[in-house]
């Protein structure tokens, strides 16, 4: 049970490329979501997916995009990346307990993506 | 989401109880308390959550004091593999997702 995959573990970009964070979940859950670490500093939620088919803006949205591809796979895209997107991302998964219940499923995380933009 | 309020740092000996405080004062009835650690260079872990009752795993215990507005994260006997970010979390679910904030959290050295 391999529980949330993120690939690639480390890249570096430079100032204006693109890429494509990827993050699977084998758990079944149906709530995915993307933070950023600065260094010394805790994470920041950047997008969430509620459920198949939504997302939704956390608290640092800007400079990226996310495509909630299928149930397993939520994926985070730097279109044009900045230095100061140099940060370890991080994805998490939850379970949602049916509607109308208060949904307090745990968050598993992945182990990050390290991303260096010279 | 109610703040919540932690040390910044704080020592334990191997083989001790490690007692983590966490203040949420502002916290809502219907809002639980989550407890997460990060060691280094790793996602968060999830340790342990709950409402108002104490709860207790195979990881830790959470003592939530009957008002609600602080709670106390305990390792019962802390190893050296336990040193750790340790963040409290104060959040209610949702139909938008669970989504949680994280504050500064508790860097935790466990000492041989």
């Known amino acids: ?118 | 989401d109610a703040k919540t309020t932690q040390p910044p740092s704080m020592d334990c000996a191997e083989g001790r109880a490690a007692n983590l405080p966490c203040n949420h004062s502002t916290i809502s009835g219907n809002e639980y308390v989550y407890w997460y650690r990060q060691i280094h260079s790793q996602g968060p872990q999830y340790i342990i959550h709950g409402l108002k009752n104490n709860e207790t795993n195979e990881m830790a215990s959470l003592i939530i004091t009957e008002d609600r507005k602080s709670s106390t994260l305990i390792l019962p006997h802390a190893t050296l593999r336990d040193t750790a970010v340790y963040y409290c979390i104060v959040r209610v679910g949702g139909a938008a997702g669970n989504k949680l904030t994280f504050g500064g959290g508790t860097r935790v050295l466990v000492k041989p």
């Open chain 1, 1 to 118: 049970n391999a529980g949330v995959t993120q690939t690639p573990k480390f890249q570096v970009l430079k100032t204006g490329q693109s890429m494509t964070l990827q993050c699977a979940q084998d758990m079944n859950h149906n709530s995915m979501y993307w933070y950023r670490q600065d260094p010394g500093m805790g994470l920041r939620l950047i997008y969430y997916s509620a459920s198949e088919g939504t997302t939704d803006k956390g608290e640092v949205p800007n400079g990226y995009n996310v495509s909630r591809l299928n149930k397993r796979e939520f994926s985070l895209r730097l279109e044009s990346a900045a230095p100061s997107q140099t940060s370890v991302y991080f994805c998490a998964s939850s379970a949602r307990t049916g509607r109308g219940a208060s949904y307090n499923s745990p968050l598993h995380f992945g182990n990050g993506t390290r991303l260096t933009v010279t």
